[in-house]
């Protein structure tokens, strides 16, 4: 499956806020979000990128069980 290109505009990444908040449990939604975010350059726009990767990898099921 091609990977969709990150908008780096306002514009989009309001888009795809919008994406993640109406389908929650879309991980691809959220993390093409993070991806934005941290495409933006942001030092704290790069901390919630790394917020919301830490959250995915968190909810995998057999990460919990390893750390």
């Given at each position: 499956m091609?990977?969709?290109r990150t908008d780096r505009t306002?514009?989009?990444r309001e888009a795809l806020l919008r994406a993640v908040c109406?389908?929650?449990d879309?991980?691809?939604s959220r993390l093409r979000y993070a991806e934005s975010l941290e495409a933006t350059g942001?030092?704290?726009d790069a901390?919630?990128?790394?917020f919301i990767r830490v959250q995915y990898?968190?909810?995998r099921s057999?990460?919990?069980e390893r750390r």
């Amino acid at each position: 499956m091609a990977r969709k290109r990150t908008d780096r505009t306002s514009g989009g990444r309001e888009a795809l806020l919008r994406a993640v908040c109406e389908r929650p449990d879309d991980d691809a939604s959220r993390l093409r979000y993070a991806e934005s975010l941290e495409a933006t350059g942001d030092p704290e726009d790069a901390l919630r990128a790394e917020f919301i990767r830490v959250q995915y990898e968190l909810a995998r099921s057999d990460l919990s069980e390893r750390r």
